[in-house]
């Protein structure tokens, strides 16, 4: 029977970042489909300043999430996103780029979110900013949505707009507190996904989802 697994996540979110090897060994099982569906979590009111203190306690739980994960964390992204102290910490414009890729090219957003996470963890680049979002996926060959980020109309607005409005619908029905949260669908079961495996065991957790 054919799985489907709901995302909730945000991609200003370490742990999400932290929870990508794992969403890619399950993007590769059979019969299971992958939906992402952005929260706003850091969006919006969510959003907040980058100050020190702030960027002090982002980079302590990073490195938890790099010894948990082996995801990285570089001197980069230290220096050049938690110490610029000018931008506030606003998931808003990578939603939008990751919705324009999901209007254009569905089947690449979990690549898209991956090349955005790996931009700002790795590279040290503002994925705060459209421009650097619509470089990002200029360089995936995604012209069209990059073009929708240098210039978001209604449509593109209304369809961000109601991603991340079901996303909360779904974290209020399960109770989710945050993110990243995984549900899963078969027939007419749907049930939260267990963290155990999220993080130091993904090729478990995609065994447990096949066999589910």
């Not at 938690?82 to 506030?88: E, I, K, S, T, W």
């Not at 963290?195 to 589910?212: K, M, V, W």
Request: with cysteine.
């Amino acid at each position: 029977m054919t799985k489907t697994l709901y995302y909730l996540f945000d991609p200003l979110c370490g742990w999400c970042y932290g929870a990508m090897p794992a969403l890619s060994a399950l993007s590769e099982v059979p019969a299971v489909g992958i939906e992402l569906l952005p929260t706003g979590l850091f969006a919006g009111q969510g959003a907040r300043p980058m100050n020190g203190d702030f960027a002090a306690y982002a980079w302590s739980n990073d490195q938890r999430i790099e010894h948990l994960t082996g995801q990285r964390f570089t001197g980069q992204y230290r220096e050049r996103v938690l110490g610029d102290h000018q931008r506030l910490f606003d998931s808003g414009p990578a939603t939008l780029a990751l919705t324009a890729v999901f209007l254009t090219a569905p089947a690449r957003e979990l690549e898209a979110l991956k090349a955005i996470q790996n931009a700002r963890y790795v590279d040290g680049k503002d994925t705060t900013s459209l421009e650097t979002l619509a470089g990002v996926l200029r360089g995936l060959g995604l012209d069209q949505a990059a073009a929708m980020v240098g210039q978001p109309d209604e449509d593109l607005l209304a369809a961000n707009q109601a991603r991340m409005d079901r996303a909360q619908a779904l974290m209020r029905e399960f109770g989710a507190r945050g993110v990243p949260t995984l549900v899963a669908e078969s027939g007419a079961k749907r049930w939260v996904v267990k963290h155990a495996d999220f993080y130091s065991n993904p090729r478990a957790l995609a065994g447990e989802i096949e066999a589910a």
